[in-house]
């Protein structure tokens, strides 16, 4: 019998990053000890390690930077140099944990998943045939699963999905109106993000469980940008919808676009199925509005063109006007809490935001908003407001050792 500490490894692949925590479990509680972020896997990329056993923000312990050669990119090969560097990593500075279990965030599980699942080999041949779906994502989450399988080969692997959170949204939302056969072939509003926003209701039940019962408008505000109505604690309905283009501008995503745009592109420009994905996946959004300056919210804000300020007032707009249409599918809004990269951390936004909601009875504290705290609206707000940092690798952690039976 081993005397190291069991620990559960979740992974988080993006087409060019890759995310990774370390779990371990006491007292059927999951607790984070490492974060690894690998940013632009298309080299040089960025490798950051973070200790969060004394720190829940985590404390930065190593960092390095890997170059094409070593993530051998020339041969595709930059998702296994990364993960394998993550492995080395933990082995020669945790000798003292073991890598026993392995979670995965995978973007979509279709009909057939409506919550985790352990991997098999039925399993991943279904979630092949959803890479259509969400082509930026899921090759990417599939190929970890097998690269798992191939450098820990006697640890069990789940499954947890982004869209199974969103299987609760009434009928009337989720179909678009278009023929029927196309609906029953499963072409409809999936939702994603599904992961995070269960980590923020979870968080708000425990923050406050009456208020996490009523009206709830969740903005996961990030480059990857959606938003979610939610009745207690139930989705009621989601910006992003078949794939996860839809919705709000993105970093580099179109979000909604009127499906005449592409008719003429194809008609009268040329363009086929191929260049139409690379543009409203790579080539539109905040990136496309600003003229190429950037796909990232802190260098829009700090360049001095007004092609980027223009994507800023854009990006607030649409949030804007997708609040009033969630509030409207709920009947009402109680809460309204903003989360992911940008909606965690970017307090003027959540104020450009919240003063044009002002008509739904939103009111900021300038104070509270400017210091990050978790509760941000006035006293006199009709509406509470909340800046809640998302951790989708716990919710991962939790559900994938609850379905392997090591905790409830």
């Known amino acids: 019998m081993s005397d190291k500490t069991p620990m559960v490894l979740i992974v988080n692949a993006g087409s060019s990053s890759l995310k990774c925590s370390l779990f371990d479990v006491r007292d059927q509680a999951v607790n984070q000890h490492f974060r690894v972020k690998v940013a632009n896997l298309g080299g040089p990329a960025r490798l950051e390690i973070y200790d969060h056993s004394e720190n829940i923000d985590g404390i930065l312990v190593d960092k390095e930077t890997l170059d094409k050669e070593q993530l051998d990119v020339a041969h595709s090969q930059a998702h296994a140099r990364a993960l394998q560097v993550v492995l080395d990593w933990i082995s020669q500075n945790t000798p003292h944990y073991e890598v026993s279990w392995i979670g995965h ?22 979630l092949e045939t959803l890479v259509p779906l969400a082509p930026l994502h899921q090759p990417y989450n599939l190929k970890l699963i097998h690269l798992c399988r191939e450098f820990l080969p006697d640890c069990p692997q789940v499954a947890c999905f982004d869209t199974a959170f969103h299987t609760s949204i009434p009928k009337v939302a989720r179909e678009f109106a278009i023929p029927r056969k196309f609906t029953e072939e499963g072409v409809r509003r999936y939702g994603f993000h599904g992961l995070s926003y269960e980590y923020i209701h979870d968080k708000l039940s425990r923050l406050d469980s009456e208020l996490a019962q009523k009206k709830l408008i969740v903005a996961h505000l990030g480059a990857g940008s959606s938003m979610c109505a939610l009745d207690q604690g139930q989705s009621k309905a989601s910006t992003m919808g078949f794939t996860a283009v839809e919705g709000l501008p993105m970093g580099t995503r179109s979000g909604q676009l009127d ?11 040329g363009m086929d199925a191929k260049a139409l994905e690379k543009m409203l996946y790579k080539e539109c959004g905040w990136y496309g509005v600003s003229g190429g300056i950037a796909s990232e919210m802190l260098a829009l804000k700090e360049s001095d063109n007004p092609h980027a300020q223009e994507a800023i007032d854009m990006y607030v707009y649409r949030i804007a006007r997708e609040t009033g249409s969630l509030a409207a599918a709920l009947e009402g809004i109680d809460v309204m809490v903003f989360t992911g990269g940008v909606g965690e951390n970017d307090a003027d936004l959540r104020a450009a935001v919240v003063e044009q909601n002002a008509w739904l009875g939103m009111k900021i504290d300038p104070r509270r908003n400017q210091a990050n705290e978790y509760l941000i609206s006035a006293d006199d707000s009709r509406v509470k407001i909340f800046a809640i940092p998302t951790n989708e690798e716990k919710m991962i952690a939790r559900h994938t050792l609850k379905q392997l039976g090591v905790a409830g």
Not at 106 to 111: A, C, I, L
Not at 259 to 269: A, F, I, R, S, W
């Open 105 to 126: 965030r995978v973007v979509h599980g279709g009909d057939r998943y409506s919550s985790p699942v352990v991997v098999d080999d039925q399993v991943l041949e279904f």
């Open 259 to 269: 499906p005449g745009v592409l008719l003429y592109l194809m008609q009268e420009k």
